[in-house]
């Protein structure tokens, strides 16, 4: 008879993407410290200045091309040989399903993919790194990077809490918890189940009323030794 295999859901934050060398919005010297938050990644600022709304993401496409995956992706892929896992991230890049990663809910959009400019779920592939100022979504509205930008709705926040509340793990990796409505995903979890937070710094957890384990190191450090605890524990 088949055991059933424990179902571990890993919410991850800008901080697994760091350890590969891509900037965070909250880096002082990355990508981010030469734009404003209101000029780039706002729908006023898509309205305002197209070109260097496009620009900037193209900008950020091309770079996430040129990192790799890190041993925190490595060893997230690597537990689904153990456990059904899925992967909820506040991260745009591709790094988890490069890394070998199967089941990934993006709650804030993709680089690698456009959108339709008046249907929020119409997305689809880019090819490259360049989003060229006129191309068209499949309804023949202007195309707009595939992101959910600041003062939007998430429209995938449902999915992601509706597989929270599967979890029988739950891991928190490189995430203030400060971003919401991502942050309140905490909320959705069963009150039994363990709740693990690897992290170089201490997230505010005060809504967590399940049992924490703290990992303080970073995602790349981290991962790789939580991943074997949780096989030495639960794995099937």
């Known amino acids: 008879m088949e055991v059933k295999r424990k179902k571990v859901v890993i919410f991850t934050g800008a901080g697994v993407s760091a350890d590969s060398g891509i900037s965070t919005f909250r880096d002082a010297d990355g990508l981010w410290d030469n734009y404003r938050i209101e000029d780039v990644c706002t729908p006023e600022a898509l309205a305002r200045n197209r070109k260097l709304v496009i620009d900037f993401y193209n900008i950020r496409r091309k770079d996430m091309f040129s ?76 195309a707009r990077p595939f992101v959910v930008f600041f003062g939007e709705g998430v429209p995938m926040f449902d999915q992601a809490a509706k597989i929270a509340a599967t979890a029988d793990i739950f891991v928190i990796v490189g995430t203030s918890l400060v971003v919401y409505p991502a942050a309140s995903l905490v909320r959705y979890i069963r009150p039994d189940i363990p709740v693990y937070v690897v992290d170089p710094h201490k997230p505010d957890v005060s809504g967590i009323r399940n049992p924490i384990e703290f990992i303080q190191m970073n995602s790349a450090k981290g991962m790789p030794l939580l991943k074997d605890e949780l096989i030495r524990k639960y794995g099937a």
């Not at 041993?71 to 997230?76: L, T, V």
């Not at 008046?118 to 100022?133: A, C, H, N, T, V």
């Open 67 to 142: 990192k790799q995956p890190n041993a925190g992706h490595y060893a997230i892929a690597e537990l689904e040989k153990y456990f059904d896992v899925e992967v909820i991230t506040q991260n745009i890049d591709d790094l988890h399903e490069r890394a070998g990663s199967s089941k990934i809910t993006h709650l804030h959009g993709e680089l690698r993919k456009l959108r339709s400019s008046r249907d929020e779920m119409l997305s689809f592939p880019i090819e490259g790194w360049e989003q060229k100022l006129d191309d068209k979504a499949p309804d023949g509205t202007l």
